[in-house]
């Protein structure tokens, strides 16, 4: 007798029932003698019927035919036959495809529990001997995991341990995984957790993606802001307002001086739009809004329905006339996550109006009301404290200020030394103000529009934020041209600006971008230079942006999959898809660059072997990333209680996927609980994600139970406009950059000396462009646009590393075990 010879070795599976019925996930642990079961013959010159393994085996036969799964199925066939429970889980699988192996295995356990020690299995010499000849081929055969073809590494497919665990192995991908390792299979899933439930449920094996943190990081930067708003900024800006406009009221009822009265009742109007959109749902009715000025009292109305309406059009309010540009309400549509209630739609509105309601240095009156406003903020320290508490948190969060701001005009008043009715009144004072607000701008500002028809530098209360991304889409359109040649950028751009391979020759090659427009390459250039001294740190969408950098990275060692021009594309569908995500958070602060216009019981459960995308600078990223975020809402007072208890639990993950892809880099063994790990991060991811959804108070058992926006992975955001005077009319649009439902990702990748068929989740980019006439697009529209076109926008380029094979049903995944044990 002798044990564990024929045996792979693997651990006890502690999760054995994590899922919520108490159930197992194989029902190799449940006797189902009397379900009939479609026999499995595996691929491979032998045609090894599995069904047939508990009968005679002819122990001389001709091997060196065999592929490795057929040699494994045989060498372990005589254990199976005792009912040995297998800890390797594609053994497991292979085995309980019979209709004898569930109840041998459930026997061997039973007599296990009786005499309380483990039983090991018995073998004949002729066993012994005939296992021996398979595990000399066996070794054989793994020294040819890889195969030169033309200069390069091909994978050995005939090498696969576990080809049976798809139930059909459509040619196209079986053909495309042999050349580069791994192909990207179109499929319509809610979230990406969910492919690995279903991973977990059917024990195959998983490939952890960087695009599965990604996703779940984005969800919680989103949902922690959003409550950030409706908790602590909301409120701030609300009174902030509104205290701005009795200071105005009191002035312009008080003043003696024409001019400070004339600004006061401005600035009195100005503030009211801004209290208004902070506090109403809807536009003014016929009747004017009250408690202001009656010569503004329509006007201030009409402002207000502008809003509501989210038309661009012009502003006797802010003096946008033919033939300057048209005022940008477009803008003021609620989008991103701030559709999701009525506070945010309104808190929206407000700070869109704080952040782009412009005063320009070309426009004299204009100065005025900005410098009296400036004066009173002056005065006023509990309003400089509100107006800290705001924007402070959002300068760490989202970038400094692009246009010059309300702090910055309150500096340079005091500077001049003159009191308030003296400055309105000198021309030659006010002059040099707006002079030195534009010189203060010339080295700031760095978002500015190219054309004549509008100011050129601007004052606004709460400007938004600058993103280097912004910078970059302006350079890489042709905006010199009588009529442009390149009118609208692509996210291309920016990756290949980032340094992210793949991404300029894409655009050249490919794309042909420099055909279109020969003076691509050196706008490529150009907005390199703008961008060179972005610092990284400064904020969190900078950081953000920075850890999509890491995912290129080819200095350190990478897996062969890594290494080929084919992954690129992998990695630029994911750092697109997850800068799409930034923009759709960032939606309302950055400044948008516009060319204008668990039980037990039971055998243990096997051990599934799975993988992390091991990228070891991003997970470091990843890791510094949450703790940055962390840090920052601690540091301005901002920590909720739903952030408090989601951080600790991202970080986690983020350092267990930095570890385990240390150790893959270095050929070290996994342990079985860092498999486990893996296992089941598909209900530890989705867990996590059922809190940051979850309003307060509110238990969400499970993502079925999730009824919101954020059910589906789907986002969308506009990030550029395309309306230049030089821009043909029909080429006059907005650039929009999304994500489709996620996409399922096969890899075969060594373990132990192995070749294993994981798979795992990404994300599916999407980059389409509207009309500058429409709406702005808002997730709920785009969700229900997907369900019509369910491949809508999806770059041409990825069709090289796209299988043109068919996932995973995704009607049901709502009914698979989740929410963690």
């Given at each position: 007798?002798?044990?564990?010879?024929?045996?792979?070795?693997?651990?006890?599976?502690?999760?054995?029932?994590?899922?919520?019925?108490?159930?197992?996930?194989?029902?190799?642990?449940?006797?189902?003698?009397?379900?009939?079961?479609?026999?499995?013959?595996?691929?491979?010159?032998?045609?090894?019927?599995?069904?047939?393994?508990?009968?005679?085996?002819?122990?001389?036969?001709?091997?060196?035919?065999?592929?490795?799964?057929?040699?494994?199925a045989l060498r372990n066939a005589f254990a199976a036959r005792q009912g040995y429970a297998f800890k390797d889980a594609t053994l497991r699988a292979l085995y309980s495809t019979t209709t004898w192996y569930a109840d041998t295995l459930l026997g061997h356990w039973d007599r296990e529990e009786i005499q309380g020690r483990s039983i090991p299995p018995r073998y004949t010499k002729a066993q012994l001997d005939f296992a021996t000849r398979i595990r000399a081929r066996e070794a054989e055969l793994r020294r040819r995991n890889f195969q030169p073809e033309d200069g390069r590494g091909r994978v050995n497919m005939d090498n696969l341990v576990n080809p049976f665990q798809l139930k059909e192995f459509d040619p196209k991908l079986h053909e495309m995984l042999g050349r580069t390792g791994f192909a990207i299979v179109p499929a319509e899933h809610n979230q990406l957790?969910?492919?690995?439930?279903?991973?977990?449920?059917?024990?195959?094996?998983?490939?952890?993606?960087?695009?599965?943190?990604?996703?779940?990081?984005?969800?919680?930067?989103?949902?922690?802001?959003?409550?950030?708003?409706?908790?602590?900024?909301?409120?701030?800006?609300?009174?902030?307002?509104?205290?701005?406009?009795?200071?105005?009221?009191?002035?312009?009822?008080?003043?003696?001086?024409?001019?400070?009265?004339?600004?006061?009742?401005?600035?009195?109007?100005?503030?009211?739009?801004?209290?208004?959109?902070?506090?109403?749902?809807?536009?003014?009715?016929?009747?004017?809004?009250?408690?202001?000025?009656?010569?503004?009292?329509?006007?201030?109305?009409?402002?207000?329905?502008?809003?509501?309406?989210?038309?661009?059009?012009?502003?006797?309010?802010?003096?946008?006339?033919?033939?300057?540009?048209?005022?940008?309400?477009?803008?003021?549509?609620?989008?991103?996550?701030?559709?999701?209630?009525?506070?945010?739609?309104?808190?929206?509105?407000?700070?869109?109006?704080?952040?782009?309601?412009?005063?320009?240095?070309?426009?004299?009156?204009?100065?005025?009301?900005?410098?009296?406003?400036?004066?009173?903020?002056?005065?006023?320290?509990?309003?400089?404290?509100?107006?800290?508490?705001?924007?402070?948190?959002?300068?760490?969060?989202?970038?400094?200020?692009?246009?010059?701001?309300?702090?910055?005009?309150?500096?340079?008043?005091?500077?001049?030394?003159?009191?308030?009715?003296?400055?309105?009144?000198?021309?030659?004072?006010?002059?040099?103000?707006?002079?030195?607000?534009?010189?203060?701008?010339?080295?700031?500002?760095?978002?500015?529009?190219?054309?004549?028809?509008?100011?050129?530098?601007?004052?606004?209360?709460?400007?938004?934020?600058?993103?280097?991304?912004?910078?970059?889409?302006?350079?890489?359109?042709?905006?010199?041209?009588?009529?442009?040649?390149?009118?609208?950028?692509?996210?291309?751009?920016?990756?290949?600006?980032?340094?992210?391979?793949?991404?300029?020759?894409?655009?050249?090659?490919?794309?042909?971008?420099?055909?279109?427009?020969?003076?691509?390459?050196?706008?490529?250039?150009?907005?390199?230079?703008?961008?060179?001294?972005?610092?990284?740190?400064?904020?969190?969408?900078?950081?953000?942006?920075?850890?999509?950098?890491?995912?290129?990275?080819?200095?350190?060692?990478?897996?062969?999959?890594?290494?080929?021009?084919?992954?690129?594309?992998?990695?630029?569908?994911?750092?697109?898809?997850?800068?799409?995500?930034?923009?759709?958070?960032?939606?309302?602060?950055?400044?948008?660059?516009?060319?204008?216009?668990?039980?037990?019981?039971?055998?243990?459960?096997?051990?599934?072997?799975?993988?992390?995308?091991?990228?070891?600078?991003?997970?470091?990223?990843?890791?510094?990333?949450?703790?940055?975020?962390?840090?920052?809402?601690?540091?301005?007072?901002?920590?909720?209680?739903?952030?408090?208890?989601?951080?600790?639990?991202?970080?986690?993950?983020?350092?267990?996927?930095?570890?385990?892809?240390?150790?893959?880099?270095?050929?070290?063994?996994?342990?079985?609980?860092?498999?486990?790990?893996?296992?089941?991060?598909?209900?530890?991811?989705?867990?996590?994600?059922?809190?940051?959804?979850?309003?307060?108070?509110?238990?969400?058992?499970?993502?079925?139970?999730?009824?919101?926006?954020?059910?589906?992975?789907?986002?969308?955001?506009?990030?550029?406009?395309?309306?230049?005077?030089?821009?043909?009319?029909?080429?006059?649009?907005?650039?929009?950059?999304?994500?489709?439902?996620?996409?399922?990702?096969?890899?075969?990748?060594?373990?132990?000396?192995?070749?294993?068929?994981?798979?795992?989740?990404?994300?599916?980019?999407?980059?389409?462009?509207?009309?500058?006439?429409?709406?702005?697009?808002?997730?709920?529209?785009?969700?229900?646009?997907?369900?019509?076109?369910?491949?809508?926008?999806?770059?041409?380029?990825?069709?090289?590393?796209?299988?043109?094979?068919?996932?995973?049903?995704?009607?049901?995944?709502?009914?698979?075990?989740?929410?963690?044990?």
């Open positions: 007798m002798m044990a564990g010879s024929l045996m792979l070795c693997a651990l006890p599976a502690a999760h054995a029932q994590n899922h919520n019925t108490g159930g197992y996930a194989d029902d190799a642990y449940i006797g189902r003698t009397q379900e009939k079961k479609t026999p499995l013959v595996l691929p491979g010159a032998g045609k090894i019927n599995v069904e047939k393994l508990n009968g005679k085996i002819d122990m001389q036969m001709d091997i060196s035919k065999l592929n490795l799964c057929e040699l494994r957790f969910h492919v690995y439930e279903k991973n977990d449920y059917a024990d195959f094996p998983s490939f952890v993606t960087t695009d599965l943190y990604l996703q779940l990081f984005h969800l919680y930067f989103d949902c922690v802001l959003r409550d950030v708003e409706e908790k602590h900024l909301d409120s701030l800006m609300t009174v902030f307002s509104s205290r701005m406009g009795t200071e105005l009221k009191m002035l312009a009822g008080s003043s003696r001086e024409a001019e400070v009265r004339t600004a006061a009742e401005f600035g009195q109007a100005w503030f009211a739009v801004a209290s208004w959109l902070f506090s109403h749902d809807e536009a003014p009715g016929q009747d004017a809004v009250p408690d202001i000025p009656e010569n503004y009292r329509q006007m201030v109305a009409d402002e207000i329905r502008k809003v509501f309406a989210g038309k661009n059009t012009y502003s006797e309010m802010l003096e946008y006339f033919p033939p300057r540009e048209p005022f940008a309400y477009a803008l003021f549509r609620p989008r991103g996550h701030y559709t999701r209630s009525q506070l945010c739609r309104r808190y929206f509105r407000g700070m869109m109006w704080l952040q782009t309601a412009h005063f320009g240095t070309d426009k004299p009156e204009k100065m005025k009301q900005v410098a009296l406003i400036a004066d009173i903020f002056n005065q006023r320290p509990e309003l400089q404290e509100l107006y800290g508490k705001v924007s402070d948190p959002i300068t760490y969060l989202m970038g400094t200020p692009d246009n010059i701001t309300l702090e910055q005009v309150s500096g340079l008043i005091r500077q001049t030394g003159l009191p308030i009715g003296k400055l309105l009144q000198s021309g030659k004072a006010m002059k040099k103000l707006a002079q030195e607000i534009e010189k203060l701008a010339q080295g700031q500002m760095r978002i500015v529009m190219p054309s004549a028809r509008a100011s050129r530098y601007l004052v606004d209360i709460m400007p938004q934020r600058y993103q280097p991304d912004a910078a970059a889409l302006i350079e890489t359109v042709d905006h010199k041209s009588k009529v442009s040649l390149r009118p609208c950028p692509k996210g291309l751009d920016w990756m290949a600006v980032m340094g992210l391979p793949g991404a300029e020759r894409i655009l050249t090659e490919e794309l042909k971008e420099a055909q279109k427009w020969p003076g691509f390459a050196g706008a490529l250039d150009e907005a390199r230079r703008k961008t060179a001294d972005t610092q990284w740190d400064a904020c969190m969408a900078n950081r953000w942006m920075q850890s999509l950098q890491t995912l290129g990275d080819t200095a350190q060692v990478r897996p062969y999959f890594m290494q080929t021009p084919q992954w690129q594309k992998k990695i630029l569908n994911t750092a697109l898809a997850s800068w799409a995500e930034l923009k759709h958070d960032a939606i309302l602060y950055a400044k948008q660059p516009m060319l204008a216009e668990c039980g037990d019981g039971g055998p243990e459960a096997p051990v599934v072997k799975g993988y992390i995308e091991p990228n070891v600078r991003f997970w470091e990223k990843a890791v510094d990333l949450v703790m940055q975020m962390d840090r920052t809402l601690t540091t301005y007072g901002l920590q909720t209680e739903k952030a408090k208890a989601v951080t600790e639990r991202i970080r986690e993950l983020a350092e267990f996927c930095r570890d385990i892809s240390r150790k893959e880099l270095a050929g070290k063994q996994l342990t079985d609980e860092e498999y486990e790990q893996i296992e089941i991060v598909g209900a530890t991811v989705e867990n996590i994600s059922l809190e940051l959804v979850s309003e307060d108070n509110q238990m969400l058992q499970g993502w079925s139970d999730v009824v919101s926006t954020d059910k589906k992975v789907a986002v969308v955001a506009d990030v550029f406009t395309a309306n230049g005077d030089n821009v043909a009319i029909k080429d006059r649009c907005v650039l929009y950059e999304g994500v489709g439902p996620a996409y399922e990702i096969y890899v075969v990748v060594e373990i132990d000396g192995s070749l294993y068929l994981t798979r795992g989740a990404v994300f599916s980019y999407r980059e389409f462009t509207r009309l500058v006439s429409d709406p702005r697009m808002t997730d709920e529209e785009w969700q229900k646009e997907l369900m019509k076109t369910p491949a809508g926008g999806t770059p041409v380029w990825m069709k090289e590393v796209t299988a043109p094979a068919k996932g995973m049903s995704a009607d049901d995944e709502e009914t698979f075990y989740s929410s963690g044990c």
